[in-house]
């Protein structure tokens, strides 16, 4: 009886550890939803190297500080349906932090990269991801892998090696472009049972090897980013998601991330919620990253700023992961995001966390607006603040400098050896940073006069110019039969009224028209006879 007894729990305890084989209808299928908790600690990456056969991995004093629930979305029901719809032959798609290592970089460049998918084909032989579906600066974009990565063989069974290499890229518009290529090895190293916080089971354990670059590029100037990372998997049968998953992140700043199935734990989502930003001390014309560095994977999220004095640019509003946000007023302020999750929430608040200071006020004039060629004009800089440099720009650069000035020079003087339109531009230096005030189509230089031959020339006076109300026509010969008109730069007649003061001098109410460049021709029996450059302020 004593024999029976022994064989039997021998039985028992060899059918407890018996090695179990994990096949595509124990991975996650379309429309699951699975909770999981994460923390960093309780396993290290020694410990989580141990493996072999009918080992026991005790991990049950792992302490959660963040939880998250994963779905498995149809194509259809994420954002990237014509990306990866119906041809793709896509099974599912879930969120992905794949590309978090580009993000902080993306948005100090101005690029917004968020909401990032990965997309999988499921089928009895293998698991395999298609690509990501990314949203650039609010673009939806789509990185297809080919070749393809292959994540699981089937079966997977203890002693299996397999290994797949992938390539993928997806074009930013105007801006660049964002690759990823590497190598994912698989090995089935080990089966036993796993304990966690959520239960003992029957598992085989894969450990996985991933070497990948990932680049963002910036027109032509292309910035790799290596992502190596050994991946530990704990599988169990009927589970449909790891029991346990450690990644190893490898390099210099190598970390330990942990995450495994779990039940609803609501003191996770305490200190869920948090951020930085690129500069807490910036000038109101400055702009300022806000990133998230929130645990988890959030579903939303919403910024709060006060005093409210901000503006959000570059396409992101409150709601956006990592806004950008220019201040309008000096002040100091308090930030506070909020985030949302499947299973709860939590937010987090820096009080008077960033100071804006006034920019410094920066403008100039010139002595003459329209100046004949070779004809001196003197620029006046007004700055306030301490300036400690300035530098000054003519497009075209057809410009000489007079009387010992420079592009350097505070009020410089200078002359136009074309005749043409110029933009004039100055940047004025501070400790906080450079001021630019861009002024186009601001000085207008021309040839001493135009249709030198003809009477009108001789006889015409056209003033105030510039004109802001009103532009006044005389001419010590008669206008009544010249037909007058005043055109803008692009040939466009400007449909004005003339009110004649006798047969030899009209005025013109300009107030109404947009400020710019406008051409007064006046002509006789069809010919051009007088034209003249007119500045309306």
Known sequence: MKKLFTLALLFICVHSFAQISILNTDMPRVNDTMRYSTTTVGITAAQAALTGANTIWDFTNLIPTGQDVEKYYTPSATPYFLQFGLLSGATYGIKD?????LAGLGSLSGINIENVYGFYKNSSKASVMLGRGISVSGIPLAINLNPRDTVYKFPLNFGDVDTSYFSGSAIIPNLGGISQQGRRVNKVDGWGTVKTPFGQFACIRVKTDITETDSIQLQTFKIPIPNNRTIFT???KG??????????TL??????AIKYRDTYRAETFASAARFNANRTAARTIDTIN???TSTGTPKSYLWTITPNNVAFVAGTNATTRNPRVLFTQAGVYTVKLKVVYDGGEDDTTRTNYITISEAP????TASKLTPFVGEEVAFTLSASGAPTSYRWSFTPNTVTYQGGTSATSKDPKVTFNNKAIYAVSVTVNYQSGPVTVNKKDFVSSMTES???????????KVY??????TLYIQSELSLQEAKIDLIDVLGKNANVVLDWQGNNKASIDVSHLAKGIYFLRIQNSGQTNYTKRVVVE
């Open 450 to 460: 135009i249709n030198k031959a003809t009477d009108l020339n001789k006889a015409m």
């Open 97 to 101: 932090d794949a590309l978090n290592n």
């Open 251 to 256: 390099g210099i700043a190598g970390t330990v």
């Open 290 to 292: 806000l990133i998230s």
């Open 464 to 469: 105030p110019n510039p004109a802001k109300s």
């Open 361 to 364: 006020t920066v403008d100039f």
């Open 239 to 248: 589970i449909n998601y790891p029991v346990l998953e450690v990644t190893q």
């Open 234 to 236: 704990w599988w169990a």
